[in-house]
């Protein structure tokens, strides 16, 4: 399966992107996640990219589309893999379209991910990540020790684009610059639409659903 997860930030992609990668054994690609590892090590790309995080803002497409490219380049893609945060926009898709093409291969599925707006703001502000990429909330899913990681024992941090400010400004830039991406999947026949609204076991047991997986 070659799926991508689309939706709001904070609307639970990387949570079910987590859950998915087990069930189906395939990687998780999160360009969100290699961005803030390539700005941790100080990389040139993470050195660009940093203040469009920060700021809440997409960072360029040509940066993007390099780092998508050499990550599907890897040969532990083969059963597929689940791409989280990417494409972001149009060109991101069509540059996807052209990077499978080149490899021979083609997206199966586009989830969407459904979360209503208001519920944006509590998801993000009460999230804790850890640098393994397990992901808490400090109501709707809780570490067994409180700011521990279950997985690796690693200490949670709060991420610093989880600001409100800045939250509204990511949720901005995803109106103006993703959401036409719904349409763009529904019309090549690949889009599934879930309730992102309900608890995260709900939300898997319906893509599971969806996929037919
Ligand atoms: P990225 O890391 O991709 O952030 P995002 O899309 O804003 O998504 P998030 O990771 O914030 O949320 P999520 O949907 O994964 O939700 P999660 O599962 O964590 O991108 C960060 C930045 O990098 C961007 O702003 C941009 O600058 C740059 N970037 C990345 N990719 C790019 C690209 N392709 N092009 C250009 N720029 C790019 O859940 C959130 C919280 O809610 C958690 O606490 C979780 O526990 C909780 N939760 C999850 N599901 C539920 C549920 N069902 N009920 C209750 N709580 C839930």
């Known amino acids: 399966m070659r799926m991508i997860l689309l939706g709001k930030p904070g609307g639970g992609k990387g949570t079910q992107a987590t859950l998915l990668k087990e069930h189906l054994d395939v990687p998780q690609i999160s360009t969100g996640d290699i961005l803030r590892e390539a700005v ?14 920060d700021a809440g ?4 497409d040509d940066l993007i589309r390099g780092l998508v490219e050499e990550r599907l380049s890897q ?11 990417f494409p972001r926009t149009l060109a991101q898709a069509e540059g996807l379209k052209k990077i499978a093409d080149k490899l021979g291969i083609s997206i199966d599925k586009a989830v969407y991910i459904d979360v209503p707006t ?3 703001v509590k998801r993000l502000s009460g999230r804790r990540s850890c640098a393994c990429g397990a992901v808490y909330h400090i109501e709707s899913k809780r570490p067994k020790i409180e700011g521990v990681c279950d997985a690796c024992s690693g200490k949670l941090y709060q991420r610093d684009d989880d600001k409100e400010d800045v939250i509204k400004q990511r949720i901005e830039q995803y109106e103006a610059q993703t959401m036409p991406l719904i349409d763009y999947y529904r019309k090549e ?3 599934v639409t879930i309730d992102g609204d309900q608890d995260i076991d709900e939300v898997f047991n319906d893509i599971k659903r969806g996929l037919g997986i």
């Open 40 to 53: 941790k090590n100080g990389t040139p790309l993470g050195k660009e990219a940093k203040n469009y995080m």
């Open 57 to 60: 803002k997409l960072v360029p």
């Open 75 to 85: 040969d532990d893609i083969g059963k597929g893999f689940i791409f989280d945060g």
């Open 118 to 120: 208001d519920k944006i």
């Open 189 to 191: 026949g690949k889009l």
